[in-house]
């Protein structure tokens, strides 16, 4: 029998108390246990059924009550930044008051409820997600506490693009029949594991973001840019055999964005020249960079997509165009947006219910009711429908947090951190355009993603100590 004395673990360190052990243990588990949520998220169609939304939402809660414990055996919060929080917590709160029964009545021996949403019930399971998505974005604020963390978590989101764009590929190449590997994926519907192909491409626009800005921006990556660059290929290729057109052109925006950022920061980094010829050079190389940008991005559509892609984009101006059809199903995203709006107006203040959509825009749509629109397919008049002004001042002051923690970590953010705050800054600027004609944060896998990136922006700055240095530090706040 070995009689030597046990070697220590990495909880169990020479001189530390049982508090601190447990405290090293309890912050492991919630960063981790969020890492593997985020792995867990996309895998069932991107958590769009009941069963997976529960399970993510209890394992968030659980999380969280991780946290209380953390907090009180360590004396400290230590909250993070919250700015970009504070509106998703008054979002759902109007959802919340949205969801309850200010009075009820008789009606033919039937009791009727009566809220200001058109299904409280939905609109109560909106405020519940809500506020899972928000803790978790806190919890990640506040438990990527070191570079090595950041790594991990930047990694994680990449990670899930390249996994879902290589499904999606095989998926496209390999089924000839319905439910391949997930009985829901019918042949020829929606692509990797998602059941719309859009969404889809909202898990890819966070991960594009990231890549770019690490592949063009990061100067002590070396080798690792062959990676970046390889996985940015991957991804597109898998966006465009999707013929997500929305994708597309968000993906593409968000590439000629980056490149304006890297022509920009290689400028401000020179020697400044005031003659014309360094002016006409910079203007040169801008549009150059823009144009070679553009050409690969079409030839590389032409070439992957082919007769489908074009299909779709041909077919796109008939989204917007007026429904002169016999059956007249009003299922063009015109008579959808319009729907969306004589809906904002009846109800101007509080809106109809967030959640509560599909269950009121009936009465707007004009057509013949074969089909009836779950989604307004524009988030942003969605929100203003089913929220009122309330939910679009709610909106203004997101968007100027996000505008000044956006400036805040740009001037405060160095080296590798830095450069992950301009990756998140570009995946939320894709994800916000497509937002403009699709729903894809509906999906709690692409709304927990797009929740990650405003968490690195609330970021405080960390240790930029060499990331193999990163494991060996004891301290945690």
């Known amino acids: ?19 601190v052990r447990v405290l090293r243990l309890l912050d492991a588990t919630i960063f981790y ?9 996309p895998l069932p169609y991107g958590s769009v059924e ?16 991780l946290w209380c414990i953390h907090a009180i055996l360590n004396r400290s919060w230590d909250v993070p930044d919250l700015r970009l929080f504070f509106p998703l917590i008054a979002l759902a709160v109007l959802a919340t008051l949205q969801s309850l029964s200010w009075s009820q009545s008789d009606i ?17 399971i909106f405020a519940m997600r809500l506020l899972a ?29 390249i996994a879902s764009a290589a499904f999606g590929i095989v998926r496209l190449t390999m089924q000839h029949a319905d439910g391949f590997v997930l009985p829901s994926l019918l042949m020829g519907g929606g692509f990797a594991q998602f059941i719309n192909k859009n969404h889809f491409a909202f898990i890819i626009e966070p991960a594009m973001g990231l890549l770019a800005a690490m592949t063009l921006l990061r100067t002590d990556s070396g080798y690792r840019k062959l990676f970046y660059v390889s996985a940015i290929i991957l991804l597109w290729a898998g966006l465009v055999m999707s013929r997500s057109r929305g994708g597309v052109l968000a993906v593409t925006a968000e590439m000629v964005a980056v490149a ?38 079409t030839t590389t559509m032409i070439w992957l997509g082919g007769d489908q892609l074009s299909t779709g984009v041909q077919t796109a101006t008939t989204e917007i165009t007026t429904d002169a059809s016999d059956t007249h199903e009003g299922a063009r995203r015109r008579d959808i947006w319009h729907a969306t709006m004589l809906m904002a107006r009846a109800h101007p203040i509080a809106g109809a219910g967030l959640g509560g959509y599909w269950a009121e825009i009936p009465v707007y749509h004009d057509a013949s009711g074969v089909l009836s629109p779950q989604q307004a397919h524009n988030d942003y008049l969605e929100l203003l ?20 923690q956006c400036r805040k970590a740009l001037q405060t953010f160095t080296g590798f951190q830095r450069v992950i705050a301009f990756g998140s800054i570009i995946g939320i600027f894709g994800v916000a355009l497509h937002s403009l004609i699709e729903f894809g944060l509906h999906i709690t896998a692409n709304a927990f993603a797009f929740v990650i990136l405003l968490a690195v922006l609330s970021l405080k700055s960390l240790n930029q100590r060499p990331l193999a240095q990163e494991h060996r530090s004891a301290a945690f706040n």
């Open 1 to 19: 029998m070995d009689s030597s004395p046990r070697q220590p673990t990495s909880f169990e360190e020479p001189g530390t108390s049982p508090r």
């Open 260 to 297: 304006l950022i890297f022509i920009y920061s290689r400028k401000s980094r020179g020697t400044v020249e005031k003659s014309w010829t360094r002016r006409a050079r910079s203007v040169a190389i801008t549009v150059i960079t823009v144009t070679a940008i553009l050409l690969v991005i």
């Open 385 to 404: 429908a089913s929220g009122g002004l309330i939910a679009a001042a709610i909106f203004v002051w997101f968007v100027f947090a996000l505008v000044q």
């Open 33 to 41: 246990g969020l890492i593997g949520l985020l792995a867990f998220a």
């Open 50 to 65: 009941p069963w997976p939304q529960a399970v993510f939402q209890c394992a968030v809660f659980m999380l969280g009550f």
């Open 133 to 161: 998505l928000t803790l978790a974005g806190v919890i990640a604020a506040r438990f990527t506490r070191n570079s090595l963390r950041l790594t991990i978590l930047v990694s994680a989101i990449i990670f899930i693009a």
């Open 108 to 124: 033919a021996g039937v009791r009727v409820v009566q809220a200001l949403s058109a299904d409280p019930f939905e609109s109560w």
